[in-house]
């Protein structure tokens, strides 16, 4: 037989002695493990408001492209670029000389035409006279009156190139057509506008509310539509999420529907208003909003972590029954909400889901059940 050590000898029975004793102490718990420890939360129904988040622009409620209406020089701008401008403000000027010019021509001319209508009138009143005494000729009489007809026309030709005249002089003033904040100038002093070009000199856009224009699917929107609690939800607020992941913190409201479904993305653009007193939302901005789409009694709104998926799928949820037993329920889940699941079906009031813990538990094991709220109170009493 081999020799052993007495170090090898005292390490043997040190094993046995512990092998005993664990032995023992199960023994003595009846030779069962005891029930693993879960984290549930109690749920109750709800009445919820489900959303959907969209992606969308910012647009400006109104806006105006500064456009020049007659031809010229530019020699004055006469607003700071990015300011606030109201409507009548004068933006720009056009050298004025020869607008002034064509009024001082179409004065003349009609001063020339009320003259000439001034004679026709008293050759007219002449010819009459002769006419009672039997001296003129109704043939006299006839031209003397069309005489007089054609210089009145000629005076209301020349009134009228008047107007047109002092029109354009005004026009040399580029004025505001609508207040709020102007943008960059494309022109500076010395160019030389038209009144048919294409570009703008600038763009005025009323940002104190915008207006985020949204896709949505036009079979959503059916199905919006004819849920139950549409009508409430059209009026319901809507949230806004900016580009870098913060919530506005103005409310908004769907002021309208293009009644057109696009044939080749089928989307249907909806308009939201929002209020922007802080300027903060600018045209172009891309965003995102949570648009209340439905209303549902006796959801539940289930932690994700809660919710597994089986072989096929499917959501399912394990459960905390009576005596602590482990139950697995299959879930109608409608969509998420956060953190959550908003499930309509496999749950009842005051059902505990386990969501801690799931490793050691299996269906029909019995568990040792702490709600969430008491496991994060005893986390801050041992920190």
Not at 131 to 147: C, F, K, Y
């Amino acid at each position: 037989m081999a020799h052993v050590s007495s170090a090898s000898a005292r390490a043997l029975v040190t094993a046995l002695v512990l092998t005993l004793g664990a032995g023992a102490l199960w023994a003595q718990q009846g030779g069962e493990r005891p029930p693993a420890a879960v984290t549930v939360e109690t749920l109750e129904p709800q009445s919820l408001t489900l959303t959907a988040t969209l992606p969308g622009r910012v647009r400006a409620s109104s806006e105006a492209e500064v456009r020049p209406q007659v031809n010229g020089i530019v020699t004055e701008r006469l607003f700071r670029e990015g300011s606030m401008v109201s409507e009548g403000d004068v933006l720009y000027r056009i050298d004025p000389t020869r607008y002034e010019a064509a009024v001082a021509q179409a004065q003349a001319q009609l001063t020339s035409a009320e003259a000439q209508l001034r004679a026709a009138e008293r050759d007219f009143d002449r010819v009459s006279t002769l006419n009672e005494r039997g001296v003129s000729t109704q043939q006299a009489m006839d031209t003397a009156a069309s005489a007089r007809d054609t210089a009145s026309a000629q005076v209301d030709v020349a009134e009228a190139a008047l107007r047109t005249a002092r029109i354009e002089l005004e026009h040399t003033d580029v004025r505001a057509r609508l207040s709020g904040r102007i943008g960059l100038s494309e022109v500076s002093p010395g160019a030389l506008v038209t009144a048919s070009q294409a570009a703008p000199l600038a763009t005025i856009r009323k940002l104190d509310t915008v207006h985020v224009d949204v896709t949505q699917s036009a079979a959503e929107l059916l199905q919006w539509r004819r849920g139950a609690g549409h009508e409430g939800v059209q009026n319901a607020e809507v949230a806004l999420t900016l580009a870098d992941g913060s919530t506005y913190d103005q409310t908004g409201a769907m002021t309208a529907a293009e009644p057109h479904v696009d044939e080749q993305t089928g989307v249907v653009v909806l308009r939201i208003e929002f209020p922007n007193p802080e300027m903060l939302l600018l045209p172009g901005m891309y965003v995102q909003v949570e648009m209340p789409t439905t209303r549902v009694e006796n959801a539940f709104l289930v932690p994700q972590e809660a919710v597994t998926r089986d072989r096929r799928g499917n959501p399912q949820t394990m459960v905390v029954g009576a005596e602590n037993k482990v139950e697995m329920r299959p879930l109608t889940v409608m969509q998420d909400r956060g953190s959550d699941w908003v499930v309509t079906e496999g749950l009842t009031s005051g059902d505990r889901v386990i969501v801690a813990g799931l490793q050691g538990a299996a269906p029909a094991a019995v568990v040792s059940p702490q709600e969430r709220e008491e496991t994060a109170s005893a986390a801050n009493v041992t920190e």
